[in-house]
């Protein structure tokens, strides 16, 4: 019986801007997360001599890909 189709019901076509949109979401939450260990590694300051890879590479880094998120989000083909 679940092999019968209804035919009353259209398929359901994909949009291939959910899919990017998916992806740049998950981009954004990865920059802000790689962010926000930036910060926190910067304010404790366990490892002093690496305190600037912290405070500009990571933030740095973070902010590039939460960016390249919100690009494939809200950028129309």
């Not at 926190?40 to 500009?56: A, E, K």
């Not at 990571?58 to 989000?73: R, W």
Request: proline share 4%; aromatic share 14%; with cysteine.
């Amino acid at each position: 019986m679940n092999d019968i189709k209804n035919e009353n019901q259209p398929e359901k076509e994909t949009n291939p801007h959910d899919a990017r949109a998916a992806k740049g979401w998950k981009f954004m939450a990865l920059g802000s997360f790689i962010g926000f260990l930036g910060c926190v590694s910067t304010m404790l300051d366990i490892i002093p001599d690496g305190r600037d890879f912290s405070m500009y590479g990571l933030t740095s880094l973070g902010v590039f890909v939460a960016f390249y998120g919100c690009y494939l989000v809200f950028e129309k083909e």
